[in-house]
């Protein structure tokens, strides 16, 4: 069993930056893909990035990269999401996961088998 704690959310104005924790615990990272996904209200669960620990890669959503940036420390079994300029339609909730998703299929949700409760992200004009 993983059990994952998100943290870092909060309200920032337009531009502004913010960064994400995810502190995970029961197993580490190392045979798993850990990713970001976020929710708006009204909208399905949306890939944002993730690293793929066995092959020490990382992906990241359409648009994505540009501001975001997923890192993660193996040794503290901790995942970080550096989010810069951000926008107000970054507002949402961002979630951590854990899986074993198969080669292309990061973005899918339902190949993930934990999941943080969510911090709460608000991005004002």
């Known amino acids: 069993q993983v059990q994952l704690v998100e943290s870092g959310g909060g309200l920032v104005q337009a531009g502004g930056s913010l960064r994400l924790s995810c502190a995970a615990s029961?197993?580490?990272?190392?045979?798993?893909?850990v990713g970001w996904f976020r929710q708006a209200p009204g909208k399905e669960r949306e890939f944002v990035a993730c690293i793929n620990w066995s092959v020490g890669l990382t992906y990241y959503g359409d648009s994505m990269k540009d501001r975001f940036s997923i890192s993660g420390d193996n040794a503290k079994n901790t995942l970080y999401l550096q989010m810069n300029s951000l926008k107000p339609e970054d507002t949402a909730v961002y979630y951590c996961?854990?899986?074993?998703?198969?080669?292309?299929?990061?973005?899918?949700?339902?190949?993930?088998?934990?999941w943080g409760q969510g911090t709460q992200v608000t991005v004002s004009s």
């Open positions: 996961a854990v899986g074993r998703p198969p080669y292309g299929r990061w973005r899918y949700t339902n190949e993930y088998d934990y």
């Open positions: 029961g197993r580490t990272f190392s045979h798993y893909v």
